[in-house]
């Protein structure tokens, strides 16, 4: 290769936002494809406050693939990447740069390797879904970069390859994870409910309980729960199929009070059989269960229930307000048992819509 050639780098950015699951996906049935033990529903946030941003660049100048999340390098050896990695690749054809005289026939892609620099805007590893946000802006950046013909179903059964949840992060508002069937994981991919058009009434308010990397990774925590609860199976197998369709019904009439039943309950259901896990999981703290008491409270004295709570794999809420005048109330609320330099560690509120970033740290 002649050394001008050498020289030229090519790049795509992307940004993808957050995902949160209402009904929760907890448990494989094969930890090397990613297949979940049952659906999930999740609601994509506004990616002005919680997304990640990728870079990607190809050049004939790298010698290895690496990567660099929130600007520190790290190991692409695991599975997870490697497979999204080679999913791509496979799948990339032609690409030209007219203006600048580039060209990469789609056989070339085998021996060019990518650098990947990758920031995510909010807690990393805390249970706000980072690894959603980032696999998914991971295959989909790639996708752009190598110019894959696929559409977002496709694309969202590789980005499931990195991290089950993420598969719902190409799609804006409601998605549903089907499950599937086959071995192969070719029907196990996300599908778009309803977009974020829909129910825009919703407002969504995160409280970062605590920033912290959490203990138990998703992945491990699932994995210790599939093998030692008692529980696992009868939610997976009896309770959740039945909220799935309920939850799809409640989301399209916009009935936010059985929304909210099923949103609390599959949260609460979730962090038990955590606890059922032996060793037990913990990923709610102390503030988290004064926010949960908060809440419910709130709820059974209105004639209808003004905020959802859920929380994932980690301490921090996620509030779904049913509009803005009970997301200011619940601010209200938040602030006056939670006060700034508090005993607790509550330290900001974003609201998911209109993109106020609060920080009452
Ligand atoms: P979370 O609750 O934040 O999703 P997980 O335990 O599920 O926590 O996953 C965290 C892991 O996801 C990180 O340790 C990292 O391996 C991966 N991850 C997080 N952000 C990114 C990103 N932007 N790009 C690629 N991988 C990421
Ligand atoms: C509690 O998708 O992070 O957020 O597939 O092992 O990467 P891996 O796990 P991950 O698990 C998410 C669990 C959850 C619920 C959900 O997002 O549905
Ligand atoms: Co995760």
Same mark, same amino acid.
């Given at each position: 290769?002649?050394?001008?050639?050498?020289?030229?780098?090519?790049? @795509?950015?992307?940004?993808?936002?957050?995902?949160?699951?209402?009904?929760?996906?907890?448990?494989?049935?094969?930890?090397?494809?990613?297949?979940?033990?049952?659906?999930?529903?999740?609601?994509?946030?506004?990616?002005?406050?919680?997304?990640?941003?990728?870079?990607?660049?190809?050049? #004939?100048?790298? *010698?290895?693939?690496?990567?660099?999340?929130?600007?520190?390098?790290? /190991?692409?050896?695991?599975?997870?990447?490697?497979?999204?990695?080679?999913?791509?690749?496979?799948?990339?054809?032609?690409?030209?740069?007219?203006?600048?005289?580039?060209?990469?026939?789609?056989?070339?892609?085998?021996?060019?390797?990518?650098?990947?620099?990758?920031? *995510?805007?909010?807690?990393?590893?805390?249970?706000?879904?980072?690894?959603?946000?980032?696999?998914?802006?991971? &295959?989909?950046?790639?996708?752009?970069?190598?110019?894959?013909?696929?559409?977002?179903?496709?694309?969202?059964? $590789?980005?499931?390859?990195?991290?089950? =949840?993420?598969?719902?992060?190409?799609?804006?508002?409601?998605?549903?994870?089907?499950?599937?069937?086959?071995?192969?994981? /070719?029907?196990?991919?996300?599908?778009?409910?309803?977009?974020?058009?829909?129910?825009?009434?919703? &407002?969504?308010?995160?409280?970062? @309980?605590?920033?912290?990397?959490?203990?138990? !990774?998703?992945? /491990?925590?699932?994995?210790?729960?599939?093998?030692?609860?008692?529980?696992?199976?009868?939610?997976?197998?009896? @309770?959740?199929?039945?909220? $799935?369709?309920?939850?799809?019904?409640?989301?399209?009439?916009?009935?936010?009070?059985?929304?909210?039943?099923?949103?609390?309950?599959? !949260? *609460?259901?979730?962090?038990? @059989?955590?606890?059922?896990? =032996?060793?037990? $999981?913990?990923?709610?703290?102390?503030? /988290?269960?004064?926010?949960? =008491?908060?809440?419910?409270?709130?709820?059974? !004295?209105?004639?209808? #229930?003004?905020?959802?709570?859920?929380?994932?794999?980690? #301490?921090?809420?996620?509030?779904?307000?049913?509009?803005?005048?009970?997301?200011?109330?619940?601010?209200?609320?938040?602030?006056?048992?939670? #006060?700034?330099?508090?005993?607790?560690?509550?330290?900001?509120? &974003?609201?998911?819509?209109?993109?106020?970033?609060?920080?009452?740290?």
């Amino acid at each position: 290769m002649a050394e001008e050639f050498q020289k030229w780098v090519l790049m @795509v950015t992307a940004q993808t936002p957050t995902n949160i699951a209402v009904i929760k996906y907890w448990g494989k049935r094969d930890e090397n494809l990613i297949l979940a033990i049952n659906d999930s529903i999740s609601l994509t946030l506004d990616p002005t406050h919680l997304c990640t941003t990728t870079t990607v660049a190809v050049s #004939p100048a790298f *010698n290895q693939d690496r990567m660099w999340l929130n600007g520190k390098e790290i /190991s692409l050896s695991g599975g997870r990447y490697q497979n999204c990695l080679r999913e791509i690749r496979a799948r990339a054809s032609d690409v030209e740069d007219k203006n600048r005289g580039i060209k990469i026939a789609k056989k070339d892609w085998e021996n060019l390797h990518v650098h990947i620099a990758s920031y *995510n805007n909010f807690p990393t590893a805390a249970g706000l879904a980072s690894s959603a946000a980032g696999f998914a802006c991971l &295959v989909y950046s790639l996708a752009k970069l190598m110019n894959v013909q696929e559409d977002n179903g496709k694309l969202s059964a $590789i980005a499931r390859q990195g991290s089950g =949840s993420a598969c719902r992060s190409l799609y804006g508002g409601f998605v549903k994870w089907v499950m599937g069937k086959e071995e192969n994981g /070719s029907d196990s991919i996300a599908v778009p409910l309803v977009d974020e058009k829909h129910w825009d009434e919703l &407002v969504i308010i995160i409280s970062v @309980v605590c920033s912290r990397q959490k203990e138990t !990774s998703s992945t /491990s925590g699932m994995r210790e729960t599939v093998e030692t609860s008692a529980l696992i199976e009868h939610r997976a197998k009896e @309770v959740v199929p039945k909220r $799935i369709i309920q939850m799809e019904e409640a989301i399209q009439k916009r009935d936010f009070a059985t929304f909210t039943r099923l949103t609390c309950a599959d !949260s *609460n259901q979730f962090h038990a @059989v955590c606890l059922d896990t =032996s060793p037990p $999981i913990f990923y709610m703290n102390d503030t /988290s269960h004064r926010i949960i =008491s908060c809440v419910e409270k709130w709820n059974r !004295s209105e004639a209808t #229930p003004q905020v959802a709570y859920t929380f994932d794999a980690g #301490p921090n809420a996620v509030l779904i307000a049913r509009n803005r005048t009970s997301a200011a109330l619940l601010l209200q609320r938040l602030l006056f048992y939670f #006060p700034p330099n508090s005993e607790t560690d509550l330290n900001s509120y &974003v609201i998911g819509d209109k993109s106020i970033l609060k920080d009452v740290g």
